[in-house]
């Protein structure tokens, strides 16, 4: 199979059903259910309904009506300073919704979700986006991409809490393939953190309806390169440097937490230089 560059990923259509999934978890919960834990940080799911509907209201305030957003004191390729500004806003977004009830909450969601849905079906996924897509080590991104990344934090943030309440994880092949092929372009940030030579050729495989094959590796490096020659690729190749093919299971979890060992060592079949694994393992489809 040869390589190309990777084909624009279409998600807009997905926001309704991933919407619409959404309600239906929250809908039936008890006043107590909205108070489980469902982050490692102690958010609980009230919070992580809280931060979706955040989510909603900015995208319609900022892209849809124009409204100045808040200036971020750090650049976009300041990645850490980013984190730290965005945990900042979620933090005082948190206090401030904590006097809203779960109804509350659930009523804002069911009114924004659509919204939403039909503002990033409106846009033309080819042309430059508001937003850049940091985690990807971009400074300017394409709509399609800046729509992409949108849908796999919610899409994220939805598991989050199915996982607290038990429900049914969000795994149909039609939502975690075009999930993974966004989250996929986290790759060459993480290994540009690496100083491996040029030639250096990573093949990530998940097979299935879900999955796909994906190389990404380091040519020559340019001036202002923010990511150091590295690049992502579309199919595969003879004898990458190293070869990695996961289970979709672990495949979405590798890219938006943090898989246990146990995980890993059985979702995941290595062959070549298996230190090129740590970069992998560290690559976040997410910025928080």
């Known amino acids: 199979m040869s390589l190309s560059s990777p084909r624009p990923v279409p998600t ?20 107590q259910d909205w108070m489980i834990q469902a982050t490692p940080g102690g958010w609980r799911v009230r919070d992580v309904a809280a931060h979706l509907l955040d989510g909603d209201l900015r995208r319609l305030s ?3 009506d124009g409204h100045s957003a808040p200036e971020s004191p ?3 390729e300041d990645y850490d300073g980013m984190v730290h500004w965005l945990n900042q806003l979620n933090a005082d977004w948190i206090r401030a919704v904590e006097r809203l ?12 979700g659509p919204r939403v849905g039909e503002l990033f079906e409106s846009l033309d996924p080819d042309v430059p986006a508001r937003f850049p897509v940091a985690w990807a080590g971009q400074s300017e991104s394409s709509n399609w991409m800046d729509v992409g990344r949108e849908f796999v934090e ?10 607290a309440v038990g429900a049914l994880p969000l795994t149909a092949p039609w939502m975690l393939g075009p999930l993974l092929a966004v989250a996929a372009h986290a790759l060459p940030a993480a290994y540009a953190r690496e100083d491996l030579p040029a030639g250096t050729r990573v093949q990530i495989e998940v097979p299935g309806d879900h999955g796909g094959a994906w190389v990404v590796e380091r040519g020559s490096v340019s001036a202002n390169d923010p990511l150091g020659g590295w690049r992502l690729l579309e199919g595969t190749v003879g004898h990458p440097t190293l070869r990695v093919r996961m289970e ?14 146990k995980e890993i060592r059985t979702g995941m079949e290595v062959e070549g ?3 090129l694994v740590a970069p992998l393992l560290a690559a976040r ?4």
């Open 74 to 76: 750090a650049s976009p």
């Open 273 to 275: 230089q298996v230190e």
């Open 62 to 64: 900022f892209q849809r």
């Open 101 to 112: 009830s779960p109804a509350v909450l659930l009523e804002l969601l069911e009114v924004t």
């Open 12 to 31: 807009a259509h997905l926001f309704t059903p991933l919407h619409e999934d959404l309600i239906r978890v929250l809908r039936p919960l008890d006043p």
């Open 285 to 288: 489809a997410l910025m928080v």
């Open 154 to 163: 919610r899409w994220h943030h939805q598991q989050q809490i199915r996982d």
């Open 248 to 261: 979709p299971a672990l495949a979405w979890r590798v890219f938006l937490r943090h898989p246990s060992e």
